[in-house]
Structures are given as structure tokens and as C-alpha cells.
């Protein structure tokens, strides 16, 4: 079983539409959830960073974490063209102090927004 | 804001070729990565480093090899390089902070022939 499972999409939605991107997991000991933003040939840009469950709003972004039943959401409000991109979840055990430690990213959804 | 540069956004070498893809942070962190990205299969992670001159394989390290001689800077070396490397290869960077979150560069588009 994949540590995590992300729908690759393509996901397709009008402009203005509620966009909802999804991810499960299932290492109850991932603390830490990100979504980066990846337009076409460009590198990931961080988009949201949350700690433990619940809700993270930032403009027309809410993170969503459920860590009780290891699912996180993106939803992006009043969506536009521009939002067209892949959204990559990525979560963290969160490790602290000297030493490394890795994301887990799950394989992105593509999202069109159609003017 | 957080920069990570490379060195080429696009490259093209020929097989058997010594390659160099260079990364440099400007935000004194302490961890760098190299990540290869390919359609179907997500972002890969082929070496990190946690410190200078510290490496550490991730997942896919074999026909690579990387550097970390200033803190800032994290080089990767396809010592000869094979069609099959032909990929999106992605440079990032993340401070020891608890969470991780890691800033990524632009990407450098390396097609082997």
C-alpha cells in the first residue's frame, strides 16, 4: 500500500466552481501536511503548511486535515484560470533538530479551470 | 522569500557524457535534496544532504552522485550519463524547523540523446 494516494486527476471545472483536491495516507505519524502549486514546467511552489488536524484558511485556500481518518483536502474557492496547475500533497513525520528528514508527496492532480 | 536557483532550466547532452546540475539556496538551510520528476511516477528523491559534506541516498541514487562542499550550494553528477535520465530534475532546499516544508527551484529539463 502506497503511503500516499492522491487521485491524478485530470480534474476539470468552470471558472467560479469549488474545487475540492483529496489526499489519504496511512503513517499515523505524519504531523505535518503541505500543498504545493506546480505549473506546467516549472518547479513546486509551497501553497499552504499545516500542523496536526483541522482547518487553515489563506485567501481563497482552505487545508482541511482529518488526521483521525488520515485524509486531507484543498479546497479552492471561487476558482480561476490561473488556479490551472497540478496540486501535490506532501506530509511529514516531523522530525526536529540536527539531521534530515523527508517529505512524503503524494503524485499530484492536474486541475483545469475553463474560462 | 525563500530563493533556490539552478544552474539551466533546459539541457541537452549526449549519452556517456559527465553531467553537473547545479542548486544554490540563499536562505542558510541546512537540508538540500535532488529530486527527479517523471509523468506517472511523482516526485523521486535521488540524494539529500543534511550538512556540509553530508550525504545521503534517497530512493532511486544509482548512476549519481552529489556534493555539498559550502552550505549553500548542493550539486548533482550524472557521472555518465544514459537515455534514461532524461527527466525534470528539481532542486530543493528546507531549514531543521519542525515541519520540513520544503521551497524548490525552478527545475532543470535534462534530455539525454
Known amino acids: 500500500q502506497k503511503e500516499v494516494e492522491q487521485d491524478p486527476g485530470p480534474l476539470s471545472v468552470p471558472e467560479g466552481a469549488i474545487v475540492s483536491l483529496n489526499c489519504t495516507y496511512s503513517?499515523?505519524?505524519?504531523?505535518?501536511f503541505m500543498w504545493y502549486r506546480q505549473y506546467s514546467r516549472k518547479g513546486p511552489e509551497l501553497l499552504m503548511y499545516?500542523?496536526?488536524?483541522g482547518n487553515k484558511e489563506d485567501g481563497r485556500f482552505t487545508a482541511q486535515v482529518d488526521k483521525s481518518s488520515k485524509y486531507i483536502s484543498l479546497f479552492i474557492r471561487d476558482s480561476q484560470p490561473s488556479d490551472s496547475a497540478t496540486y501535490l500533497c506532501?506530509?511529514?513525520?516531523?522530525?526536529?533538530?540536527?539531521?534530515?528528514?523527508?517529505?512524503?508527496f503524494g503524485k499530484g492532480t492536474k486541475l483545469s479551470v475553463i474560462p | 522569500d525563500v530563493k533556490v536557483t539552478q544552474s539551466s532550466r533546459y539541457l541537452v547532452k549526449r549519452t556517456g557524457e559527465k553531467v553537473f546540475l547545479e542548486c544554490v539556496q540563499d536562505?542558510?538551510?541546512?537540508?538540500m535534496f535532488w529530486y527527479r520528476q517523471d509523468p506517472g511516477l511523482g516526485l523521486r528523491l535521488i540524494y539529500f544532504?543534511?550538512?556540509?559534506?553530508?550525504?545521503e541516498k534517497g530512493d532511486i541514487p544509482e548512476g549519481y552522485s552529489v556534493s555539498r562542499e559550502k552550505k549553500e550550494r548542493f550539486s548533482l553528477i550524472l557521472e555518465s550519463a544514459s537515455t534514461n535520465q532524461t527527466s525534470m530534475y528539481l532542486c530543493?532546499?528546507?531549514?531543521?524547523?519542525?515541519?520540513?516544508?520544503?521551497?524548490f527551484g525552478p527545475g532543470t529539463r535534462l534530455t539525454v540523446t
Open positions: 503513517n499515523s505519524a505524519f504531523q505535518y
Open positions: 544532504s543534511y550538512d556540509v559534506k553530508m550525504k
Open positions: 499545516t500542523y496536526s488536524s
Open positions: 506532501a506530509m511529514s513525520e516531523g522530525r526536529s533538530g540536527a539531521g534530515s528528514y523527508q517529505l512524503t
Open positions: 536562505m542558510d538551510h541546512e537540508n
Open positions: 530543493a532546499s528546507s531549514s531543521s524547523g519542525p515541519g520540513g516544508e520544503q521551497y
